[in-house]
């Protein structure tokens, strides 16, 4: 079987199919270069990802799949795994070499994978729309920073424009150093160095930077989270379940009262 | 001032929590105004509670003051309990700072009656105007209707908030007279009706004209306690069933009654919540709501109260093993969803995944049935020769020792009253 070597984006993968079909390949091992040890008795094919051939893909793709698949396709990418990669090339090939409809069909292992997997990569998605806490700063941007298993950020950005459209707000993801930032207009990609004050470590912004009124707001939030539990029907398990411990750090109703 | 503000809220939001209503889906208000908020589409859980429940809407009452008597209630007037009262501008300042902080979907606002009905419901109704007229707030909000308002005020309510409810409190009149003889079910259904009549005519008028405004596009909801008067499953399943119909509700909730005072009419401070009943109760909901379950096949004369050991489903399956087994291959979708262990969307992808070729029990696995409980009551492709004929009791033994209940620990152990 031949292993291609692709960059890790998805106009890499898409380009990847491209070359399936170019090279006549049978089942090709996809391998994004961050995940890929040389090996000296094996060949193996180098990918370089091109605009024009991905976007062939991709079209090739949305004339058999209706929105909601070409989006689970594209959840499916951000979960970074790399299982994940061998199960997109497999079914975008399944998906072009049937008949339109190919993607009900449970019963294939691919098609199965990209429901599954974009199915998790959903409910991070939708998670972060919960657990993000914003902080007002004393600039007037509201800031939140989080650390998702996958890398949602993209997928975040319709809900919290039209959520927030009379507000600028800014969401950091620390674990892939990249954020976003509407300014009231339009949302755009930012990086930034974190300061001594401002370190990654902090749950939370330190009070020099933010509105004055923000500690009351944390602490009224917090009186509200301890007053409407019922103590008579304590479920830690049913809490935990549904707020996993990962997750906690960015809750500022799970911090300790220290402030 | 901070302190004062934290204490009210202290108060009015531990007053508010016996209102199990969370949900902030269904509505369809987009951000259209470029103002703040958007409460279209599904609801989201911000947190949950360490009891489990989610937080999703900041739930408060404006005050909890109160004429009435209502035993079940904390906020009743005999309570020897410390009084509070929002301004309305204290209400709208919390609600869009912690929206703004994405710590919730919106507001849940009910209140105790002060001075009367229509005194009451004015106040509410100041404030949702102004979150939407003054703050251009798109966010969710479920309004309490007060019992007794007028129409008039009902009307200019639901033309702000998304989702209005009123409670039935207790599942029979006759159990309502006892608790709170100043209430009564007539009383809820007067504005449950006169709301549903207005969104049916506001919607018949959408349909003409297109600038007509949202009239509680979320719909109306209600609650029962239960467990707080010794009415049966059936009669409470059969209450909600009249009202989903008769009222379109969009839910109906299910409280179990956690003794909150001492009154020899009540369980004793203490006892435990009848969670078990409470669950069952949801389930045997959704079975008339999305899985096309009559109300008599669920709860009847021969059958008055729920299983506590098994779902509802399993139960009437076992109760009905005339129609198993099912075979997925070529069953009808009705049939399918009837199986004990196969849930809406799997049943969906099983009637979808059969047009490629016969399903066998690896494919059912991976589609996320319930396999240990649903193999008792399909065929697949590779089925097993089945040798024996079912046998009620002995599925029900074999699926209850490979199941962990999450209740087993917590024996049933709930009061009998009467």
Redesign the interface.
């Known amino acids: 079987m031949e292993t291609f070597v692709f960059d890790g984006t998805l106009e890499g993968l898409l380009t990847a199919v491209f070359y399936c079909y170019q090279k006549k390949s049978g089942r090709v091992k996809i391998v994004s270069s961050a995940h890929f040890y040389p090996d000296v008795f094996q060949q193996h094919f180098e990918v370089v990802s091109e605009d024009d051939k991905a976007r062939r893909v991709w079209a090739g793709l949305k004339t058999k799949l209706d929105k909601q698949w070409m989006l689970n396709f594209y959840k499916s990418f951000l979960s970074e795994q790399p299982p994940a990669f061998q199960h997109l090339v497999d079914f975008a090939r399944y998906i072009i070499d049937n008949e339109p409809g190919a993607e009900s069909n449970y019963g294939n292992p691919d098609v199965l994978a990209i429901s599954q997997l974009s199915q998790k990569v959903h409910r991070e998605k939708h998670r972060m729309e919960a657990f993000i806490r914003f902080q007002k700063t004393s600039d007037g941007i509201f800031y939140a920073h989080i650390e998702p298993d996958f890398n949602v950020l993209p997928l975040l950005i319709p809900h919290f424009k039209n959520r927030y459209a009379d507000q600028k707000w800014i969401i950091y993801d620390l674990k892939r150093k990249y954020g976003l930032f509407y300014d009231l207009e339009k949302v755009d990609e930012i990086v930034f160095d974190f300061s001594e004050e401002m370190s990654p470590g902090l749950n939370a912004l330190p009070a020099q930077l933010l509105d004055e009124k923000e500690e009351l707001y944390t602490i009224l939030w917090k009186d509200y989270f301890r007053n409407v539990n019922i103590p008579a029907r304590r479920n830690m398990k049913l809490h935990i379940r549904h707020v996993p411990k990962r997750y906690w750090k960015y809750l500022s109703e799970k911090q300790s009262d220290a402030i | 001032m901070?302190e004062r503000?934290?204490e009210k809220?202290?108060i009015l939001?531990?007053a508010?929590?016996?209102d199990v209503s969370c949900s902030s889906s269904g509505s369809n208000r987009?951000?259209e105004n470029?103002?703040?908020?958007?409460a279209?589409g599904t609801g989201?859980?911000?947190?949950?509670?360490?009891?489990?429940?989610?937080?999703s809407l900041?739930?408060i009452l404006l005050t909890n003051h109160c004429i009435f008597d209502c035993a079940f209630c904390v906020s009743r007037r005999s309570n020897d309990i410390k009084r509070a009262a929002f301004t309305v501008e204290e209400v709208v300042e919390?609600t869009i700072?912690?929206y703004?902080?994405?710590?919730i979907e919106g507001l849940f606002l009910s209140s105790g009656i002060f001075k009367n009905a229509d005194y009451t419901m004015e106040r509410l109704v100041r404030i949702v105007k102004k979150l939407r007229t003054e703050e251009?707030f798109n966010g969710y909000i479920h309004l309490k209707t007060i019992p007794g308002a007028s129409e008039e005020l009902l009307k200019e309510a639901g033309m702000y908030a998304d989702r209005m409810s009123i409670n039935l409190e207790m599942p029979t009149e006759t159990g309502l007279k006892i608790l709170a003889p100043e209430k009564s079910h007539e009383e809820v259904k007067k504005p449950l009706g006169y709301i549903q009549q207005s969104i049916t005519q506001f919607s018949d008028e959408k349909a003409l004209i297109k600038s007509v405004p949202k009239f509680v596009p979320a719909g109306q909801s209600t609650q029962i306690v239960i467990g707080a008067t010794p009415d049966t499953d059936k009669e409470i399943m059969h209450t909600a069933n009249a009202f989903y119909k008769n009222f379109s509700l969009k839910r109906v909730y299910y409280s179990?009654y956690?003794p909150i005072s001492n009154d020899s009419r009540l369980p004793v401070i203490g006892s435990?919540?009848p969670?078990i009943r409470e669950n069952r109760l949801y389930q045997a909901d959704w079975l008339m709501r999305f899985y096309g379950f009559n109300v008599q096949e669920i709860v009847n004369d021969a059958h008055p109260n729920l299983d506590v050991d098994v779902d509802p489903k399993l139960s009437w399956a076992l109760r009905h093993l005339e129609h198993f087994p099912v075979d997925v291959n070529t069953a009808d979708y009705r049939m399918i969803l009837r199986v004990p262990g196969i849930g809406v969307s799997s049943a969906l992808?099983i009637v979808?995944?059969r047009?490629?070729?016969r399903?066998y029990k690896d494919?059912l696995k991976?589609?996320g049935i319930s396999f240990n409980k649903a193999r008792h009551f399909i065929r697949f492709a590779d089925s097993p020769v089945q040798l024996n004929d079912f046998e009620a009791g002995h599925i029900k033994g074999i699926i209850l020792s490979e199941s962990h209940s999450?209740y087993q620990k917590n024996p049933y152990n709930q009061l009998s009253l009467f």
């Not at chain 2, 989201?44 to 937080?55: K, L, P, Q, S």
């Open positions: 901070y503000i934290r809220l202290g939001a531990d508010a929590k016996y987009k951000n470029r103002g703040l908020g958007d279209e989201i859980c911000h947190t949950y509670t360490e009891d489990g429940r989610c937080v900041l739930k919390l700072n912690f703004r902080r994405n710590y251009r179990g956690i435990q919540p969670l992808k979808q995944a047009k490629f070729g399903l494919h991976k589609i999450k």
